[in-house]
Each structure stands twice: as structure tokens, then as C-alpha cells.
């Protein structure tokens, strides 16, 4: 085949299986984009009516809540092993240590061993999770109070046959009472969709809470024994049924079963609440409107908890091709940790690190500890197998390559925001902010991890495998590269967040931190004497602002330009998104706001990664500007009062930088029309000599004066614009 074509047919192939579109991904946190504006006449209601593609919702809802629950089984025995982990640190009672363990590894294998079953019915094995069900099989649903499990709950959409309508999972003694009947299902399919992904999301997060209490927990020798097993010749126990019970699994399930209830119906109140209110305002198409920004816009972090969420994935680590052909892993590892790789290139927040590894007949077990490394003291270990490959090296390197290329775009984005790859949102000095990044990280994390992804992306693999030389890595793989930027960059940017451009959020986020901060320092009356006193310039604080908001403008405006190279774009996107972020910065650091007042926290030093041969560099020359600060530079002077000047002065100095362009772009174009003024007037009067002493002389002096004055008006402006250039604005 042509080589020509084949690099055609591969294009063609990854831009196919790669542009999966974000705009089936709504965002968490919707503090930027959902808003509403206020018209002078109310509009009409619409009617209520169920969208057009209702009929494939039921499929769409099938599958993915089997996704759902196959993820949040997957990473159970992780939060049990972590469980054991603490009861056995921290339980000093040697009977109820052993009573929680004991009830903690029965849960375990009794949710292992029917894994499948709540796959497949959930609801007929006691997991009342009915709400992807109900909005995806009724056209029309009834809105009820329910009285269950010893609460009351209001506007609960139920529908009209079982299981449905909880009539038969709520079981007797439950009360469901509807106060409005046959209401249209007007849920549209984004609203479904993003509906979905919300209760995946809380699922997942808290999915250990709902299986395991500890008032579960029995108590040893009083509600159930341990007998010694005399038959077995492996010395061993029996664990006895709780008392009142048949088995364990009738025990547990009786715990678990109205907890998750629970959460199901106030999810189903939480996720149907805005499609009850009356749609009385059109929402706006283009641009939104402004919201009321918080009187306090302070720094943030969303995703601080004294745990790791069991919504991040208990990611299996991956054997790197170079090592796929030795015969003992455990030993190898044992002399050489960095033999693995983990696929999260983008909440890089979270560090996966193999412990330990053993051998398990004919696979490789690995005990992980997956650590937030901003909150170092949040962590949890789980096991799990080895990922080889099928001993196939082209494709563990280019997998390992292809993941190290998307954590390269969203490390440049991170960096541009002035953080790392660590993604401390505190060091970001704005809730606002924090929350946009945070629905950015979450909304692409959901996107790498979708089956249609995976499957896709593993066809791209294997059509650039044929090609790749192991001796010869860096020069077979740079196209792989590139082609592989280019599109994924492609696909998010072409994509939507809550119906607006993919990086519309993040900027709108910054103008709204800008409008906050402006707000402050107006009603901050202390200011001005503050300035007074240290001998600073107002006039120096509103210019640096007017060309920060110029800035902000442009950046916001080039979220939604169209691109041939989508690659160039980004990097120029990533510059100016920089520049912004650290001057929004030190513009806090000049007028003491106080969202930047934090004790500092010390960088993660411990173990920090290593490049190596297959992963791309990233140029952090393509968007640093020298003159601007950085931003550990800017949180220092944050959390040093008495260095307020110097952030004064860095801010003095982009001012005059400013003036220079400016006076530069003055001079120039002062110089273009001085010389256009000066030819059109030697032109003139060239022609004016030739023919003044012809008989055309009458029909051309009016022309002639016309053009001499224009051409004179021309000139004396661009001496005028020099002047100004030169002296400064």
C-alpha cells in the first residue's frame, strides 16, 4: 500500500474513533455556565413533552447502569481492605477488632461472590437503585410522597409499573402516595444524560458508606461465634449465622438494602427537582449572562476529604514493554520499582505506587497505594493483577506513549493556570476558578474511561503497531505522536461543557474572579490610604487592570475560534491563559486579598517521576513570558505582607512593558502613514507638474488640492502619532 495512503487511511481511522464528544458530559459543579437572564416579558411555558429520542433511553440506561455498579464492585474491596487497614491501627478492644474484621471480610466475599448478580438486576437482589430505570422507561411518572424506612420524602418521581413505581422494592410497611399523576417525562436528552452521570458519580464516591456501617457490625461470642473446624485439615473456623438469621447474606443484605434505597430516592428528589419548576425563561444560546458573584470568592479545594474518594479508580498497574520478557517480575521489582505504568493522564493529583508484588499461580499480584498528593495523609491500598499485555510490546509502548501524550496536554493546562500537575485548587485563589477546573478534570476523566473510548482508542494501537521499531523508538513513534496531539486536542476543543466551547468555563471562570476581585477592592475603603501611605499610584492599579480585562477578552473570545492547527492554537491558548492567571495572581497579592492569605504547604518532593525515552517533554518555553512572575513567586509574596512592594513593582514593570508595545505599535503605524502621506504628496505633485501647463490642467486642479490635502492630513498625522509614540503615551 502507497505509504501516502496508508498515513491517509490512518488520519481517517483516529480522527473516527478519537472525536468522542464531550458534550454528553456534564459538569458537577455548574457554578459558571448554568444561568438565567431576566427578559422584559415572561415567555410562553413550554408545553411539557418527551424528547424526540426517548425510545433509545432505556438502552442508553441499561448500560450504563450496569457500568455503574460494575465500577463501584470493582473498588469496594479496596475501601474494605482499607477499612481493615485503620480498625486494625486504631481498635484497641481485641474482641471488637476482631468482631469489625471478621463482619468486614464476610461483606467482602459476599458482595464478590454475587457480583454478577447485581449486574445483571440489581433491584431483584436487594440494590434499590431504580432511578436509571424509572426516567428511562416511562413516558409519563407519578410525583409522590413516600414514607419509608422511618422518613418522609416529598416529590419523588415514581413510575407506573413495577419496579418502577418502588412499589414492590420498597416492600410492605413502605407508603407511596402520589400527589400528581401521569406528569409528562420532559427530561431531554442532555438533561438524561448528565442526570446519569451524576448518579454514577455519587454512586462510585459512596458506594463504601452505603454497603458498610459500623452499627452493622456484631458482636463476637453474643450475636454469632467462631467454632473451630475439626474436619478441615487445614485448621480453620466456621463463622456461625447472626442470630435471627438464615445466613450472612440475608444479614448484610438487610443493612445495605434501605441505605441504598435511601440514597436512590434522594438522588431521584435531588436530579428531577429543576424539571419540576416551570420553564418560564428561555435560556440563553450564545453567551451567558452574568450571575451574582459571591461577596467572598475565596480559595478552595473541592475535592479535600480526609479520605481518597472511591470515585478515583483502583487502576491496575501496567508492565512497561521492557520488561515484559522477564521470567520474574517479583524479583525484578524487588532491585527496579519503575517497571509499571498507570493510566491517569489526567487527574494527576491522585499518585499511583506499586508496594509490593507477588505471584499467584500464573499471574502477578500488585498491592497499590493510591495517595492525594496535596493531602498527603489521604491514602488507601488495594491488590490487583498485573496488566502484561499479553507479553505484546509495540503495544505496551505505544499505550504507555499515547497516555503520557494526553497527561502532556493537560500538564501544559494545569501549568497555565499557574499550578501543577499536582492540582493544588487552593494555589488557584478562587472558588470560582477551582470549581471550573474541577468540572474540566472530572468531565475528561469520564471521557478516557468510557467502554466506546477504550475500544476505539485500542484500534488506533493496532493500526500504527505494524510500523514501530523497538530499536528505533524515537523516530517511529513521532508521528504516532503528533497525529495523536493533534486529534485529541481536536476532539476536546470541538466538544461542549453544558452546551458551551470545552475551555469556555475555565476563561469565564477567570473574568468572573477578575469581577469579583473588582468588587472588593472598591468596597475595600482602606485601600486608597494604603496606597497613599507607601506612595503607590492609583493610576498604576487601573491601568494594569484595564489591560488584564483586555487580555481576559481575547482569551475568552479565542475559546470558540476555528483552527486549521489545532496543536499551534493550544499552545498559544496555554501562553495567554498564563499570562492571565499569574497576573489575576499578583493583582491580588497589590491589594491584600485576602483569598490568598494561607499558610503555604510544602511541594511533594518524595519519589518524584523520571522522564524516560517514551515520554514527550514538554517546553515550558512555549508559554512562560520571563517578564511575569511566577507563581511560586506570587504565593510567596502573598503570604509575606511586607513584600507587597515588590508584587507592586512586578506590576509597575508589566505596566511600562505595556506602554512600550503600545508606543512601539504608535510609532510604527505613525511611520506607515507619514510615508503614505509622504508619496501620495511627491505622486501629486509629479502629476501636477506634468500636466499644468496642459490643456487637462482645469479639469485636474481640483483633484489635485483634494488629494494634496488628504495626503497632507495623512502625513502631519503620522508625524503627530511618531511624536506621541516616541515621547509615550
Request: aromatic letters at 10%; a neutral charge; hydrophobic letters at 35%.
Amino acid at each position: 500500500m502507497n505509504k501516502k495512503i496508508k498515513t491517509l487511511f490512518k488520519s481517517i481511522l483516529i480522527s473516527s474513533v478519537i472525536f468522542v464528544p464531550l458534550s454528553v458530559l456534564s459538569a458537577e459543579t455548574n457554578t459558571n455556565n448554568n444561568r438565567t437572564s431576566t427578559p422584559d416579558k415572561p415567555a410562553k411555558p413550554k408545553e411539557p413533552k418527551n424528547d424526540p429520542e426517548f425510545g433509545k433511553f432505556r438502552e442508553i440506561a441499561d448500560k450504563q447502569l450496569k457500568e455503574m455498579i460494575k465500577s463501584a464492585l470493582d473498588n469496594l474491596p479496596s475501601y474494605i481492605e482499607d477499612q481493615i487497614s485503620k480498625v486494625e491501627k486504631l481498635e484497641t478492644d481485641y474482641k471488637k477488632r476482631l468482631s469489625k474484621i471478621t463482619y468486614l471480610k464476610v461483606v467482602d466475599k459476599y458482595f464478590k461472590k454475587n457480583k454478577q448478580k447485581f449486574i445483571d438486576d440489581p433491584v431483584k437482589n436487594g440494590l434499590n437503585l431504580i432511578f436509571p430505570w424509572m426516567i428511562s422507561r416511562n413516558r409519563n411518572v407519578n410525583i409522590s410522597k413516600i414514607k419509608y424506612n422511618n422518613k418522609d420524602y416529598d416529590s419523588v418521581w415514581t413510575g407506573l409499573s413495577d419496579p418502577t413505581d418502588y412499589v414492590k422494592p420498597l416492600g410492605e410497611g413502605a407508603q407511596i402516595n402520589p400527589t400528581e399523576k401521569n406528569a409528562i417525562n420532559h427530561f431531554d436528552k442532555a438533561k438524561f444524560e448528565s442526570s446519569l452521570t451524576e448518579y454514577a458519580k455519587a454512586l462510585n464516591e459512596g458506594f463504601g458508606k452505603l454497603v458498610y456501617d459500623e452499627k452493622d457490625v456484631l458482636e463476637l461470642d453474643k450475636d454469632f461465634k467462631l467454632n473451630f473446624d475439626d474436619a478441615n485439615s487445614k485448621e480453620s473456623y466456621n463463622i456461625t449465622p447472626p442470630k435471627g438469621f438464615n445466613n450472612w447474606d440475608d444479614y448484610i443484605i438487610s443493612k445495605v438494602k434501605p441505605r441504598v434505597t435511601d440514597f436512590d430516592i434522594e438522588l431521584n428528589i435531588k436530579l428531577t427537582k429543576d424539571e419540576e419548576q416551570p420553564q418560564n425563561q428561555e435560556q440563553p444560546k450564545d453567551e451567558p449572562q452574568d450571575e451574582p458573584l459571591p461577596e467572598d470568592d475565596k480559595a478552595k479545594d473541592p475535592v479535600k476529604t480526609e479520605e481518597v474518594s472511591q470515585g478515583i479508580p483502583a487502576l491496575a498497574p501496567e508492565l512497561k514493554w521492557q520488561y515484559l520478557n522477564e521470567s520474574n517480575i517479583v524479583s525484578l521489582f524487588s532491585v527496579k520499582q519503575d517497571i509499571f505504568f498507570f493510566k491517569n493522564p489526567v487527574n494527576t493529583r491522585y499518585e499511583y505506587k506499586v508496594l509490593e508484588v507477588k505471584k499467584e499461580g500464573d499471574k502477578y499480584i500488585a498491592k497499590v497505594e493510591l495517595r492525594d498528593l496535596v493531602n498527603t495523609q489521604a491514602k488507601r491500598t488495594y491488590s490487583t493483577e498485573v496488566y502484561m499485555h499479553n507479553k505484546d510490546q509495540k503495544n505496551a509502548l505505544l499505550t504507555e506513549r499515547s497516555y503520557n501524550v494526553i497527561k502532556d496536554i493537560f500538564s501544559k493546562l494545569y501549568r497555565g493556570l499557574g499550578i501543577d500537575e499536582n492540582i493544588d485548587y487552593e494555589k488557584l485563589g478562587s472558588g470560582i476558578l477551582s470549581d471550573a477546573l474541577f468540572q474540566i478534570v472530572n468531565s475528561s476523566v469520564q471521557l478516557i474511561s468510557t467502554e466506546k473510548f477504550i475500544n476505539n482508542y485500542n484500534r488506533v494501537i493496532e493500526a500504527y503497531k505494524d510500523e514501530l521499531k523497538l530499536d528505533d523508538i524515537v523516530n517511529s513513534t513521532s508521528g504516532f505522536d503528533a497525529n495523536l496531539r493533534e486529534l485529541v486536542l481536536s476532539s476536546l476543543k470541538t466538544s461542549n461543557i453544558n452546551n458551551f466551547p470545552y475551555y469556555f468555563s475555565l476563561v469565564d471562570a477567570l473574568n468572573r474572579k477578575k469581577e469579583g476581585l473588582k468588587r472588593r477592592i472598591i468596597n475595600n475603603k482602606e485601600l486608597a490610604e494604603e496606597f497613599e501611605k507607601n506612595n503607590w499610584s492609583l493610576d498604576e492599579l487601573n491601568k494594569f487592570y484595564l489591560n488584564l480585562e483586555t487580555k481576559i477578552y481575547k482569551l475568552r473570545k479565542s475559546t470558540d475560534l476555528s483552527t486549521f492547527n489545532v496543536t499551534n492554537w493550544y499552545s498559544k491558548f496555554i501562553a495567554n491563559l498564563e499570562t492571565v492567571s499569574k497576573e489575576l495572581l499578583l493583582l491580588q497579592v497589590v491589594v491584600n486579598d485576602p483569598s490568598l492569605k494561607q499558610p503555604s504547604k510544602p511541594a511533594h518532593t518524595e519519589n518524584p517521576e523520571q522522564p524516560n525515552e517514551s515520554e514527550p517533554r514538554v517546553n515550558s518555553a512555549e508559554a512562560t513570558s520571563s517578564s511575569t512572575p511566577t507563581s511560586n513567586e506570587i504565593i510567596e509574596l502573598a503570604n509575606k505582607d511586607e513584600k507587597r512592594a515588590e508584587a507592586y513593582k512586578k506590576m509597575t514593570e508589566l505596566n511600562n512593558e505595556s506602554r512600550k508595545t503600545n508606543n512601539s505599535i504608535v510609532t510604527n503605524f505613525g511611520i506607515a502613514l507619514s510615508l503614505i502621506g509622504f508619496l501620495g504628496n511627491i505622486v501629486n505633485a509629479y502629476a501636477l507638474f506634468k500636466i499644468i501647463n496642459s490643456a487637462k490642467w482645469k479639469q485636474h486642479k481640483k483633484l489635485s488640492i483634494l488629494l494634496a490635502t488628504v495626503f497632507g492630513i495623512i502625513l502631519v498625522t503620522g508625524i503627530i502619532l511618531i511624536i506621541l509614540g516616541l515621547g509615550g503615551i
